[in-house]
């Protein structure tokens, strides 16, 4: 088994931020694979961040997000269970992504279950409407309308998008990690998206591409 240097410990804990302890412990789990450990507490972490999500998170942040030239403009409540917390670096970056995120995907809700169940009807209605035009059989009509619900949460649900720096990821995924890392229960509690002009008859253009291409090009940076 190869050695377990204080070195690789300190250059495992810059990268984590886990304790000194749990990278020495995962090292020698992963045999001195930083990769592998670096898998070994990101597992871990993300277990103990889903204990922590019925922790009461009364703390945090608001934030606010205006696009370049003031067209759009974001303001996001986020929650944690510490004023220290909130206060830190790690959080109030997490905070400034998803307003980023909410000004270029422009969700309607958090989360899915906030979706009003008449829309989630209608959307299944419309699902198996499309697919009786192109002569599916109706055993299969259920099963591709529900993918095809699973779409429209991926598109609309904050919580479901995928995040604009890292589309690997969801947001949902990326606030689970901030948890794990973080230490306490984070919950994106409700936001307000504001588009210059909105509901005015005017020359229409496609803002929330160009929030995105804002976004990438800032993840570059």
């Known amino acids: 088994m190869a050695e377990i240097t204080a070195k690789m410990v300190q250059e495992l804990r810059e990268k984590t931020g886990a304790g000194m302890m749990d990278c020495k412990k995962a090292l020698t789990e992963a045999g001195g694979d930083s ?4 898998e070994v507490l990101r597992k ?3 277990s103990a961040a889903a204990k922590k999500t019925g922790r009461a998170a009364t703390e945090g942040a608001v934030a606010s997000y205006i696009h370049m030239g003031g067209k759009i403009g974001v303001l996001v409540e986020v929650n944690c269970e510490t004023d220290f917390v909130a206060r ?10 998803i307003a980023m995120q909410i000004a270029a995907a422009a969700p309607l809700y958090v989360r899915r279950e906030e979706v009003p169940a008449e829309v989630v009807a209608k959307e299944l209605e419309i699902a198996k409407a499309q697919m009786r035009e192109q002569k599916k059989p109706e055993a299969i009509l259920e099963k591709i309308a529900q993918g095809k619900l699973e779409k429209y949460y991926s598109e609309v649900c904050l919580l479901d998008q995928a995040f604009v720096k890292d589309d690997k990821k969801k947001i949902k995924d990326v606030v ?3 948890v794990a890392k973080i230490g306490e229960n984070i919950q994106v509690r409700r936001f307000a998206r504001f588009v210059l002009g909105e509901g005015l008859e005017k020359k229409q253009e496609n803002l929330a591409e160009e929030v995105a291409k804002t976004a990438a090009a800032a993840s570059k940076a």
């Open 88 to 97: 830190t670096e790690g959080f109030q970056t997490l905070v400034k992504d």
């Open 44 to 46: 871990k972490g993300l």
């Open 35 to 38: 990769a592998k450990a670096e």
């Open 176 to 178: 689970t990690e901030a």
